[in-house]
């Protein structure tokens, strides 16, 4: 006790000596000082003994709150101070309200915490340090974080940003806080997971900052866009790739409204290809697609996709579609309707293809087609008048033949009945050998004479001055003929012959009045296709034109007009003959034809000639022997093979009549048989072409072998792919055409041998 009143004693010892030293002088008032102070110090030290006992409880407790324990309480007892008892109790009462604020906190916190985790973005509070103050439990799980204390407390930047992202968000985190750049809203930034996966985030920021107004952190609100960003990234490269595809679609693809004119809400940029016009005019309506069909194909076009779009079913149409400069073009187009919800019509969808090329491509096969089936039909039609021919120039042969030798053996008198008979059988049957002449020629098979060039000019004035006697009156003939016209390769006679046969049908479209026009001209052919062949021709043509204003050709009639027999006159007016044999004249000699007719406005046939080149040099003109006449050459032995008894009597009657010994057969094996028996005794050989087991060449072929150079004479009355300068190659002397005439072939025959021994 004593030592706890020393302070209160020295106090008072140093308030004494800082007394004035008249003060000290009164002892009594001294003393008196001096006991006061010792009994004042003596009874605190009992006071605070006293308090300090008794207030111990209620600090401890003060204590333990401060510590944290909320759940202290100080509990004093009633027997002591009241006062004191009382403070214990208000500590009591503090301590149990900060307990319940305490708990209210936590419960809030608690509340608060499963708010967050229930929310579907990550939320999350960075401190001034960018350390995790706060984080819920999408961020754990974002994170990869086993549980969220994990999470909390460790830097963002330096644990959860990718190194190569990490400093650059720094440095953008510490210039929000120092207030030098403020805060971005949004942004998309990459985190890196616990796993080292790294994931795209969608952040939302917004500064937080104490009551002063200083930041002191960031709320931050995060998407997983990840997936998202990969969606639309496959949208975009999808998209890209639908783009590429229907751009390079070698075709239009659309979407247009159902009806006419059909405008387009969608349209890729190959239909500028197609009309010219750019894509963006067909989207803003400026120009419609329906326009553009052609009109005598609208009506089509529209039935089509009205019934596609009624039945339910793709539709599909061909069409021409005007391009930019008025040229049309060929197109394809398919498509469907698409429906909306209640199953109307909403949509036209559909893809359009120009078919330009295929659609030519199809009529230059349908050209090639006819042309097949008219060089079918032609070969056809030559093998029979061929095979007509062969018959009845055997027959021809006969007749004429032996009403020949019965004129000259049994008609001595010319003026006599039965030498007048004979004449009318041989002028009947050189008609018929004209006719069968005329079959040879549609048939092309006929072997003729080399065309040598010639000039056109002359033949043509020749051949008007004979029609100019042969057509009426009343006919007019106009010519316009082309001095300076180039030369043509064709025998002059079948040059007669095409310009009369073709002047004496105008005629007779005429009706005995009207006008004829023969012209000849040098004309550049482009892209043309021949009415007969079908083939396309091109170049430089002598043009030879014979038209006429009759009554024209029907279009049904004009297909058959260069058939064999064909006729639209009455019976005996006509063969039908005439223009088969120009046909076969003008396509011998390399030529083509054009015809143009309308009913009742004429008609008018085109014929060209190929021109002979430049440096060509015409022939010398060959000199023909007077048939029939006395020449003083030797006689021999001659070999004689044809299968048609007729004839084969015939020829042996007129060689014999000459003075020539004959041995004929009708069987070409059995020739050979004796030929080879007899090498030396014959000194030609004349021989038919077709004949059954040896075609005449094959006979010739086979004597030369066994005796090379024999004189050999061949008669054919058709034989595809035979002529003069073929028979030459093969050894043949003479190729003569039935009917053989007599003194053709004893001439022939005279010749041949002669040129043998004289060679």
Not at 28 to 38: F, K, P, R
Not at 253 to 259: D, E, F, I, K, N
Not at 326 to 354: C, K, N, S, Y
Not at 496 to 519: E, P, W, Y
Request: with cysteine; aromatic share 6%.
């Amino acid at each position: 006790m004593l030592a706890a009143a020393l302070p209160a004693i020295a106090a008072l010892v140093v308030v004494a000596l800082q007394l004035p030293a008249g003060a000290l002088t009164q002892p009594v008032l001294l003393l008196t000082a001096l006991a006061t102070l010792i009994i004042l110090a003596i009874g605190w030290q009992i006071g605070a003994a006293y308090l300090m006992d008794t207030l111990l409880p209620v600090v401890a407790t003060v204590q333990r709150v401060a510590e944290g324990d909320l759940s202290a309480r100080t509990q004093p007892e009633r027997s002591r101070d009241d006062k004191i008892s009382k403070l214990a109790h208000e500590v009591d009462r503090m301590a149990e309200a900060l307990s319940r604020r305490d708990r209210a906190l936590t419960e809030a916190r608690d509340r608060a915490q499963a708010y967050l985790d229930v929310v579907g973005v990550m939320v999350l509070v960075l401190n001034s340090k960018g350390n995790i103050a706060l984080a819920n439990r999408k961020v754990c799980e974002m994170l990869g974080c086993g549980q969220l204390h994990q999470c909390l407390g460790g830097n963002w930047f330096d644990k959860w940003i990718p190194a190569e992202d990490r400093e650059q968000a720094r440095a953008s985190f510490a210039r929000n806080l120092a207030g030098t750049e403020s805060p971005v809203e949004f942004h998309e930034g990459h985190i890196l997971t616990a796993s080292g996966q790294r994931r795209l985030i969608a952040w939302h920021v917004s500064p937080l900052s104490d009551t002063a107004g200083h930041a002191i952190g960031l709320l931050c609100a995060g998407e997983d866009i990840t997936e998202k960003r990969r969606t639309e990234q496959a949208l975009l490269d999808s998209r890209d790739r639908y783009q590429a595809l229907v751009e390079n679609i070698p075709g239009v693809v659309y979407r247009c409204a159902v009806a006419y004119p059909w405008r387009m809400e969608f349209i890729n940029r190959q239909i500028e290809q197609i009309t010219g016009i750019a894509a963006e005019r067909f989207l803003d309506h400026s120009v419609c697609y329906g326009e553009l069909v052609h009109p005598d194909d609208l009506a089509a076009v529209e039935q089509a996709v009205a019934a596609g779009v009624a039945h339910r079913h793709a539709y599909a149409c061909a069409y021409r579609i005007r391009r930019n400069g008025g040229t049309w073009r060929w197109v394809h187009e398919q498509g469907q309707a698409i429906r909306d919800a209640e199953g109307h019509p909403a949509w036209l969808d559909g893809v359009i293809v120009d078919i330009t090329e295929n659609k030519a491509l199809q009529q230059e096969q349908e050209r090639l087609q006819a042309q097949l089936q008219q060089a079918q039909k032609m070969e056809a039609l030559g093998q029979l008048t061929g095979g007509i021919a062969h018959d009845f120039n055997n027959i021809l042969a006969a007749v004429l033949g032996f009403a020949k030798l019965a004129l000259r053996r049994h008609a001595p008198d010319p003026n006599s009945e039965l030498a007048e008979y004979l004449r009318e059988v041989v002028t009947a049957g050189e008609r018929a050998r004209d006719l069968v002449a005329r079959m040879l020629t549609f048939s092309r098979s006929q072997p003729g004479r080399v065309a040598q060039p010639l000039a056109a000019q002359p033949l043509i004035k020749e051949a008007m001055k004979m029609l100019t006697a042969t057509i009426p009156a009343g006919i007019r003939i106009d010519t316009h003929i082309d001095g300076k016209a180039p030369d043509i390769a064709i025998d002059p006679v079948d040059l007669h012959q095409i310009l009369v046969n073709l002047a004496i049908n105008a005629r007779d479209a005429l009706d005995g009045k009207g006008r004829i026009t023969i012209s000849l001209a040098r004309t550049q052919v482009g892209q043309q296709v021949c009415t007969t062949c079908h083939e396309k021709f091109t170049g430089e043509y002598l043009e030879l034109t014979v038209a006429d204003d009759g009554q024209g050709i029907a279009p049904e009639v004009l297909p058959h007009i260069f058939e064999p027999f064909f006729t639209t006159k009455a019976v005996g007016q006509g063969t039908g003959m005439g223009l088969v044999m120009v046909h076969g004249l003008v396509h011998r000699a390399g030529g083509h034809f054009q015809v143009e007719s309308s009913v009742g406005q004429g008609s008018a046939f085109h014929i060209f000639l190929p021109v002979v080149l430049p440096g060509v040099g015409k022939a010398a003109p060959a000199q023909a022997t007077p048939l029939g006449a006395a020449i003083d050459k030797p006689k021999g032995h001659v070999l004689i093979v044809d299968d048609e008894t007729a004839i084969l009597k015939l020829l042996c009657g007129c060689l014999e009549a000459m003075g020539w010994r004959v041995s004929g057969f009708a069987s070409p094996r059995q020739a050979l048989a004796v030929f080879r028996d007899a090498l030396d005794d014959f000194v030609a050989v004349i021989s038919d072409q077709t004949m059954p087991g040896m075609t005449g060449g094959d006979l010739i072929r086979s004597i030369h072998e066994l005796r090379p150079h024999l004189p050999a004479i061949l008669c054919t009355g058709y034989s595809d792919g035979l002529d003069e300068a073929t028979a030459r190659q093969q050894g043949i002397r003479r190729l003569l055409l039935k009917p053989v005439d007599g003194d053709e072939l004893l001439a022939a025959l005279e010749q041949a041998v002669t040129e043998e021994k004289n060679p």
